[in-house]
């Protein structure tokens, strides 16, 4: 494997290869220091003669490792999102309280107030449309400001929040964060800037973290500190001793995407490794189960991707306010027909009377008629007829939002006593939305019900058991545990190939839970509520690394070697491990998954039972629950 296919790899967003140090020497041997010049030369012919893909032709950022000069033109922590600053909220403000009809309006009105051709008046009077105005303006930038005030003060408590920085530093706030730093985190913190895992307390590295405020996801993700990593930045006194450098992506949107290499000088000589998604912390999101990690920043601020997912909203207007601004344009077009009416039936009599001799004696010359007086007659009725727009509309709405929004926060109907947490109004422009919906969709339970899933029943081979039996067939969970337990009693080997004992050594086992305070954290209450019924039934999951996972068995310890995962996806439907017995030591690979899925996986000659246990999935799916399947098999050395 060459430096040119690991570069390629590392660009489309792929693991070229496991942090095991055999593929690594056999990096270094073929790459040599050539993995920055490939990269060079990629962007050379990818913008000249576009002969490189479109991810090799984007620039790379290069940190180095404990060298805040290197790293001093990459932007602070800050994050402002705000709408109004000192710079920008005049003009700003102006711009979007322009862009109502009736306020455009309004102006244009202010100003014919202040010709004297064509609005006569007093001095006091001529200015009393733009006073009007900007008693208006004032009043929405009241409220305009009230809100943003809100938006200025969470980002303070964001870039005020502490963080501690290995080395000289110590603890200093967000918003002073830089690239290149090293931070520890503890269980419970929120990730203050986009970082790659370099160690954890853990010893081989692992971590877990939360990214519900990312993508809504209330499961937890691992991830793992590559062994070069954790073996020199585990020990503080010793990270600051460490010299080399990260080339990663350029700061991107792309969540679900980082790819760069880390090389470091060990003994005079540079070791390459590559660095992927599984060492990849995004801010925002929150350290679980992981008692604490070091983390180097590589994006901060702005540069962040859930910055760069935050683009430029556009002003939020309302399906009331869209069809207002129609209302008051007809009500416009309907003042200037009638105007361009009384003007021409003013013209036609000025006329008719110039004609006949008959102007009153006021009127009585050459220029009585003079069409540039009927154009600023034009104007002088606009301006005479300018109520029929009325000028409080808008600020009408403004205050009435305010309070709404006021109340709606205030209202017991939208309190949440399980979290002491009521109704947060975010966009008081929207508040008359709430009252135009009539449909909800939903992408999956949990969103609009409680989701507590329960352990109700299961089938294994032709035995079905249920806590209380209600069908005729079905056996009771004490008698099956008394059972268990007596098989564990004679000797742990004897259990080996039973149904029974494999079903719960599948579940125990096939999982994504990992221990929080004493009680089990998963990927979906399914996982939790599967695993909590193993521990019930005398089956109780104990822990994982990357090596092993230990599950205590009627009170006896079995640690089983770990040799794979396939996580569960939307396309396989299904989630698998493959273990190596430590009574035996033959492999096997435990699966859960959907039925029509686990049935396609089934060996020759088993489709009677397959039928048969598809008939009863139905009747457990009509009673309304939700169904799974199980299966395993042994795998052979070879074939492993």
């Avoid at 050539?34 to 290069?62: P, Y």
């Avoid at 683009?311 to 309907?334: A, G, H, M, N």
């Avoid at 599948?506 to 999982?511: E, I, P, T």
Wanted: one cysteine or more; proline letters at 3%.
């Amino acid at each position: 494997i060459g430096p040119d296919d690991i570069d390629r790899q590392l660009d489309e967003g792929k693991q070229p290869y496991l942090f095991d140090h055999t593929y690594v020497n056999r990096f270094n041997a073929a790459a040599g220091n050539t993995g920055k010049r490939f990269h060079r030369i990629s962007r050379f012919l990818g913008s000249r003669f576009g002969l490189v893909a479109d991810s090799v032709k984007e620039e790379r950022r290069e940190i180095a490792l404990n060298d805040p000069g290197a790293n001093a033109h990459y932007p602070s922590n800050q994050i402002r999102t705000a709408k109004y600053y000192w710079y920008n909220a005049v003009p700003k403000f102006l711009y979007e309280q322009f862009s109502r009809f009736a306020n455009l309006y309004f102006l244009f009105v202010g100003v014919l107030y202040l010709i004297d051709s064509i609005t006569p008046s007093t001095a006091g009077s001529r200015f009393g449309q733009i006073v009007s105005l900007s008693i208006v303006l004032g009043i929405t930038a009241v409220k305009e400001g009230y809100e943003d005030f809100w938006r200025h003060r969470e980002d303070g408590r964001l870039n005020r929040s502490k963080a501690e920085v290995l080395g000289s530093k110590g603890e200093c706030k967000w918003g002073e964060l830089r690239v290149g730093d090293v931070i520890r985190l503890e269980d419970q913190n929120l990730v203050p800037a986009d970082i790659v895992l370099v160690a954890s307390c853990e010893s081989d590295g692992l971590a877990y973290i939360e990214t519900k405020q990312l993508d809504g996801e209330s499961n937890l993700k691992v991830k793992f500190a590559p062994p070069l990593f954790q073996e020199r930045f585990h020990d503080e006194s010793k990270a600051a001793e460490v010299v080399g450098s990260i080339e990663c992506d350029h700061p991107n949107d792309r969540i679900y995407e980082f790819s760069g290499f880390a090389t470091l000088k060990i003994d005079g000589k540079d070791e390459h490794f590559p660095l992927g998604l599984d060492q990849f912390l995004p801010r925002g999101c929150k350290l679980r189960n992981t008692p604490w990690i070091h983390g180097l920043i590589v994006n901060t601020g702005p540069d962040t991707k859930i910055a760069r997912n935050n683009k430029p909203k556009p002003r939020k207007r309302s399906t009331l306010e869209k069809r207002l601004d129609i209302f008051l344009v007809i009500t416009f077009l309907t003042q200037i027909f009638l105007v361009i009416i009384i003007v021409g039936i003013s013209a036609a009599t000025c006329y008719a009377n110039e004609r006949s001799g008959t102007l009153p004696w006021y009127l009585s010359s050459a220029d009585a008629c003079d069409p540039f007086d009927f154009f600023l007659l034009f104007f002088t009725y606009i301006a005479a007829t300018a109520n029929m727009v009325p000028l409080a509309l808008y600020v009408s709405m403004e205050i009435a939002r305010l309070f709404q929004a006021l109340f709606m926060g205030l209202d017991d109907n939208f309190y949440d006593a399980d979290r002491d947490m009521r109704l947060s109004v975010r966009t008081s422009n929207l508040n008359e939305e709430c009252g135009n919906v009539s449909y909800l969709f939903s992408d999956k339970t949990g969103t609009l019900t409680s989701n507590c899933m329960v352990f109700k029943k299961f089938v294994i081979d032709n035995g079905i058991y249920e806590e209380k039996p209600t069908d005729d067939n079905a056996e009771s969970l004490e008698d099956l545990k008394a059972d268990l337990e007596a098989i564990n009693r004679v000797d742990a080997k004897h259990g080996n190939g039973r149904s029974n004992v494999e079903f719960f050594r599948l579940l125990s086992m096939c999982n994504s839970v990992v221990i929080e305070e004493e009680k089990y954290v998963g990927t979906s209450p399914d996982e939790v509520a599967l695993v909590s019924a193993c521990r019930e039934m005398g089956y109780e999951f104990e822990g994982r690394t990357n090596k092993d996972m230990t599950v205590n068995v009627c009170g006896r310890s079995e640690t089983w070697e770990l040799l794979g995962v396939l996580e569960f996806n939307s396309s396989r439907k299904r989630m698998s491990v493959i273990v190596r017995s430590p009574y035996d030591g033959r492999i096997r690979i435990y699966c859960k998954g959907a039925d029509f899925v686990i049935f396609k996986l089934l060996a020759e000659g088993q489709n009677d039972e397959a039928d048969r246990l598809s008939a009863v999935l139905d009747r457990f799916a009509a009673s309304g629950l939700r169904t799974l399947t199980m299966c395993y098999r042994e795998v052979e050395q070879d074939e492993f």
